[in-house]
């Protein structure tokens, strides 16, 4: 993987199951850049923090990293937005796992590319264990200013 050492204004730390990234908005690009770094090319991607927390800010920096030039917004009423070929986003709030498997969008995960999912609960987790889907998880946490990115794999 690779890391840059630790600036004022950015600290970054490594394990085998965990990255964990202090950043602000300028600075997103080098979590997007961590994440193509570790997360294989087709996997879900439980985005977890809480309201505002800039879930989809992520998953905006990610299109852009992509090289997306499409409106990049929360799927909140739709459930489901497709960016390009290989970039899905899925806002799951107050949906359980029976209600999300009843409309359909698990079948989605066998299309190749990222998943990211707001919201995912845990038997949707268990769900993509279970069927084999590679499964991470980046955590969003505040930090004064700035946020905290946990980037994790949930295989373990």
């Not at 050492?5 to 979590?31: C, F, H, K, M, Y």
């Not at 990222?114 to 505040?142: M, N, R, S």
């Not at 200013?145 to 949930?154: A, C, N, Q, T, V």
Request: hydrophobic share 40%; aromatic share 8%; charged share 30%.
């Amino acid at each position: 993987m690779k890391s840059s050492p630790p600036s004022d204004d950015r600290r970054q730390t490594t394990n085998d199951d965990l990255i964990r990234i202090e950043a602000g908005l300028e600075d997103l690009p080098n979590v997007v850049e961590a994440m193509f770094d570790r997360i294989p090319a087709e996997a879900v991607i439980s985005l977890r923090g809480d309201l505002a927390a800039g879930k989809t800010t992520l998953v905006q920096a990610i299109a852009r990293r992509l090289g997306m030039e499409e409106s990049v917004s929360s799927p909140t009423f739709s459930l489901q937005h497709r960016y390009g070929e290989r970039l899905y986003h899925y806002d799951l709030y107050r949906k359980s796992f029976d209600e999300v498997a009843q409309l359909g969008l698990l079948e989605s995960f066998d299309e190749p590319g990222w998943h990211l999912v707001e919201w995912a609960d845990d038997a949707l987790k268990a769900f993509c264990k279970t069927a084999g889907y590679p499964l991470w998880q980046v955590t969003i946490l505040p930090h004064e200013e700035r946020r905290i990115y946990r980037i994790e794999s949930l295989d373990a």
